[in-house]
């Protein structure tokens, strides 16, 4: 699961383009929008610079004069699966379609690269994060993962209960509506519950969503507030 902070300014990338001019151009870009932005000139100094960065998304060009792109991807994916990677390229050719699969690429960018093609690329990319991660609370960049069922709190991984997870995404998907006592008896306990079961669980709940409030509705049930 890909832990993201989704304020730019936080955000590191790496683009690795031995065409320096290229490579400062997108830099300048990807700044303007507040991208915290490393740059390498060559497939050696990018995976330097991976080690030395840890970036959450990479840009590289695949034709290096030192080698292939693809090459360093390869050498990155053995020991980090969860960075974005986009590769730039003159031409997508069958092999290079084959690799993007193998490697867990999240594109293939065409020459000429351009800065709108570049924002479409970065903004598809964190519309389908949004589509798999809430914002718990924006101040803190505390998110709950669908995918892995966590909360992930700056570097702190917060781990949920089964009855945790269920309520959680209950109050998520109802987006700050109250949800009933007999809502949550139904979908969490499939059973009649008591009130202080639910609100037991509720506390507990509450300890461990990172600023974010759930409210009582007295006689009704809960509704969830995140923090902006």
Do not use: W
């Not at 000429?112 to 964190?126: E, G, V």
Request: hydrophobic share 40%; proline share 3%; glycine share 4%.
């Amino acid at each position: 699961m890909r832990k993201l902070n989704l304020v730019a300014s936080n955000y590191p990338i790496l683009i690795v383009e031995d065409d320096v001019a290229a490579c400062d151009s997108i830099a300048y870009y990807l700044e303007m929008l507040g991208f915290c932005v490393h740059k390498a000139y060559s497939r050696q100094d990018g995976y330097d610079k991976y080690l030395q960065h840890r970036p959450q998304m990479i840009i590289t060009d695949i034709e290096m004069p030192d080698g292939n792109g693809l090459d360093m991807v390869e050498k990155i994916r053995e020991h980090d699966k969860e960075c974005a990677i986009f590769v730039v390229t003159g031409y997508a050719t069958n092999d290079h379609l084959l690799h993007a699969a193998k490697l867990k690429l999240e594109d293939i960018i065409l020459k000429p690269l351009t800065s709108k093609k570049i924002q479409c690329a970065i903004t598809a990319f964190f519309e389908s994060i949004k589509k798999q991660q809430a914002v718990l609370n924006q101040a803190t960049s505390t998110l709950y993962s669908f995918e892995n069922q966590c909360i992930y709190e700056a570097d702190k991984r917060v781990t949920l209960t089964h009855m945790e997870i269920l309520l959680l995404e209950l109050l998520l998907q109802n987006n700050e509506k109250v949800v009933t006592y007999e809502t949550i008896e139904y979908n969490i306990y499939k059973a009649p519950a008591t009130r202080n079961a639910i609100k037991s669980l509720v506390q507990k709940l509450k300890l461990k969503i990172g600023g974010a409030t759930i409210e009582s509705a007295p006689s009704i049930g809960y509704r969830l507030i995140c923090s902006r």
